[in-house]
Structure formats: C-alpha cells, structure tokens
C-alpha cells in the first residue's frame, strides 16, 4: 500500500532535549511538508520541500529544522529552542502539476515536552 | 500568504439537518482545497475549486467558489454521524505552499 508513515505516533520528552519525527513515504512524491497544529486550531507550516536536497522555512520554522536527503524521507527536529514545542505534528507529501494541492497526510505524531 | 477566514469555528447539528461552513478572503483567490479530518485523525483532501462561480458535488456535499473568488462554501445536505469531524478550506500559493483556514468542528447529534 502506497502512504506517508509518521513515527512514534506519540512521543514523550523533556524540555531541553532535541527530538527528531519520522516521516516516511512511498508515493514517489517530489514534494514534503511539516505543519503543526495545536487543539483546536487550523495547521500551521513548519518546513516544506520541493526536491531533494532542498527546503524552505514556512511560517513558523523557528526552533525547528529538517533534512532532505532522500525523496523518501523528510524528518523533523524539534529543537530546545523551541518555546512551545507541545504540539501534533503532521507531515504531507504531493506531487508537482494540477494536483500540488492535493496533499497526503501521514497519522501524525503527538509531542508532549514536560 | 493569503489569509483565510472560516466561519463557523463550531457547529452542533442534528442528524439529518444540513450543515454549511465558509471560507471568506478579503482577496482573490486562485484556488480552494477543502479537506476533512476525523477526530484524532489526520487531514484527507476532498476536493479543489478553481474556476469562478465553479459547483462540484460529491454525493452529500456540495462545494461552491465565489464569483469573486473571493469565498467558499461546503454544505452538507442531511447531515450523518460519518460527517462528524473538522472542516478545513485551504489555499495554495508559490512553492506548492498550502494556507489552511482555521477550520469549522462540527458535531452530529443523534
């Protein structure tokens, strides 16, 4: 079955310490994405990346940072820097044309930083 | 980017009764994706509007973009249980970039 895979799908660690998500996927998606969403509220992008080898800041990279060095994978790091870190996160992929807004989520991983 | 306003933030409904949530931008947009996500769930796309006045349907639901293309409907005719979950419109700018709305939580009650 073709899908992202996001892992632990819940995580637990304390403050000070860097953590690294899992996002994994075999859809031959050129294109990956980090958003965050907290309760209640819409989903907010952290990373993303167009090809590998390659990644832009979205509207709240800071604190975070990623790697791109396969098509395949695209983690995430969640830093000490981080104020907030206490979050879902939710990694998505699609391909480039008429359906690059047609993004394909993984299950997500909840963080809670004590 | 484009910023995206949607109302309702809630919606409790009987089952049966109709739902409908919008999506407002004070400018034009190029396009509207709207997608579901199931408590606990993640986001599944549904569908995307791009063409002005533009009306698709998937079997209860009904997706409209403005004239203007300015704003955006989903309704939801004789709401069901399965329909339980957050509604989120988004739109796509450079870079393959997604900015989603705020989402509209909507509940079914039997």
């Known amino acids: 079955d073709g899908g992202i895979t996001q892992s632990p799908k819940y995580l637990f660690r304390k403050e000070g310490q860097n953590v690294t998500l899992s996002c994994e996927q075999n859809?031959?998606?050129?294109?990956m994405y980090w958003y965050r969403q907290d309760p209640g509220q819409g989903l907010r992008l952290i990373y993303y990346?167009?090809?590998?080898?390659?990644?832009q800041k979205g509207d709240i990279a800071e604190g975070y940072s990623v790697s791109r060095e396969k098509k395949e994978s695209f983690p995430l790091t969640v830093t000490s820097a981080q104020k907030n870190p206490t979050a879902f996160y939710l990694c998505?992929?699609?391909?480039?044309?008429?359906?690059?807004?047609?993004?394909?989520f993984g299950p997500g991983t909840r963080l809670t930083v004590t | 980017g484009q910023q995206v306003m949607q109302i309702p933030q809630y919606q409790h409904v009987q089952e049966g009764e109709d739902f409908t949530t919008y999506c407002n931008s004070s400018?034009?947009?190029?396009?509207i994706q709207w997608y579901k996500q199931r408590p606990g769930g993640h986001p599944v796309f549904l569908i995307q509007?791009?063409?002005?006045?533009e009306v698709k349907k998937q079997k209860r639901l009904t997706f409209q973009f403005g004239e203007a293309k300015k704003n955006s409907s989903l309704h939801i005719t004789a709401t069901q249980t399965t329909d339980v979950g957050t509604y989120f419109c988004?739109?796509?700018?450079?870079?393959?970039?997604?900015?989603f709305g705020t989402g509209t939580q909507l509940k079914v009650e039997l």
């Open positions: 988004a739109h796509g700018g450079g870079g393959n970039k997604l900015t």
């Open positions: 509007l791009v063409k002005s006045g």
């Open positions: 990346s167009q090809i590998v080898n390659d990644f």
């Open positions: 998505a992929s699609s391909h480039p044309g008429v359906r690059r807004y047609e993004q394909y």
């Open positions: 400018t034009t947009l190029s396009n």
């Open positions: 859809l031959n998606h050129d294109a």
